[in-house]
């Protein structure tokens, strides 16, 4: 059987005419996919969101069409990508990576339901009124708090109990960065140390932060999550293992690609999260009615191989609750 796609505009949101077996056509709705990532090291995400939307009876080509926009870790593209999707009238937008995917797309339309996921606070963000009841036409799942932060920081602290002074590597274009600082700061005095706090924009400036991290001496670095820095994660990991830096990241990613250590939501469930909102807008609930959510799963790994490079031994406190990898 052959199959022809394309995309109509049709009573206000877009859909895809596929033919069926009896050669008639039928419409089915569109979903725009807006990440600030690219689309390489985001597949498993991407696999996972298709997971969600498949637990409310979706199946991507058979009765939903997907559309793909990838920023490539350059937040100024991620307006003009909103724009078009929202020029094609998808039915629902799902902006992943963080939340400049979700604010691009809410500059964009006020009618067109979005499932965001991402860092930090969005409510003053502007994003939605409350947690509780979104109030507008966006809603989705944050996945990291400022006890979360504590926590990684305390799980630092604990594999490298003797660093008085931990680096923090940060985004200084991320929308919410001033908020993370602010957590970071308060995790830090809450574990007792010192933080060196170093910006950078885009791949290029990571060695350069790197560089004045060493010159600064700090004695392990907390790397704040970002799209741009998980796109970039094979970098940042080599850099952090030149500079024999212990490093803690918020994603397993960086962990499975050779980093220290890792602790924070699991990224894939986060997505799978969002794949299940987005079923359910299509099967007719309101993302103002739609509570934004918080993980369910969390991760701790720990790269042995990475430790003994950088001569750690392990804590057995650790070891005991941690996924530990070669």
């Known amino acids: 059987m052959k199959r022809r796609n394309f995309v109509a505009f ?68 991620l307006p003009e990508l909103a724009a078009d999707l929202v020029r094609r ?56 708090s400022v006890a979360l932060n504590v926590k990684r920081l305390e799980l630092l602290r604990d594999l490298v109990p003797k660093s008085p002074s931990i680096g923090v590597l940060f985004n200084p274009t991320y929308p919410d960065s001033d908020t993370q600082l602010s957590n970071i700061g308060e995790a830090a005095r809450a574990v007792g140390r010192q933080i060196r706090i170093v910006g950078a924009s885009s791949e290029n400036e990571l060695a350069r932060a790197f560089a004045t991290l060493a010159q600064a001496r700090a004695g392990a670095l907390f790397v704040v999550p970002d799209p741009l820095f998980t796109s970039a994660r094979t970098q940042l990991v080599a850099l952090a293992a030149r500079y024999a830096i212990p ?63 950088l001569g750690i031994a392990i804590p057995p406190k650790l070891l005991v609750i941690a996924e530990v990898i070669e």
Do not use: C
């Open 10 to 77: 049709v009573g206000g949101a877009a859909v895809a005419w596929s033919l069926t077996g009896r050669g008639q056509q039928r419409a089915i709705p569109v979903i725009g996919y807006l990440s600030g990532g690219s689309a390489g090291p985001f597949a498993r995400f991407v696999d996972a969101f298709r997971l969600g939307i498949g637990e409310q009876g979706y199946v991507d080509g058979r009765n939903v069409a997907v559309e793909y926009r990838w920023a490539e870790g350059q937040p100024d593209r």
């Open 89 to 144: 009238q998808v039915a629902v937008i799902v902006a992943t990576g963080a939340f400049s995917p979700a604010l691009a797309a809410k500059a964009k339309t006020s009618t067109i339901p979005i499932v965001f996921t991402g860092g930090g606070d969005p409510v003053k963000l502007g994003l939605v009124a409350s947690l509780a009841r979104p109030g507008g036409n966006a809603t989705g799942i944050v996945s990291i």
């Open 247 to 309: 490093a803690s990241y918020a994603f397993r990613d960086f962990v499975e690609a050779g980093g220290l250590m890792s602790y924070g939501a699991n990224l894939a469930d986060v997505h799978r999260q969002a794949g299940v909102y987005v079923g359910r807008i299509l099967n007719g609930a309101k993302p103002a009615d739609l509570p934004v959510a918080e993980p369910t799963k969390f991760d701790l790994v720990i790269n042995s191989t990475a430790a003994k490079a």
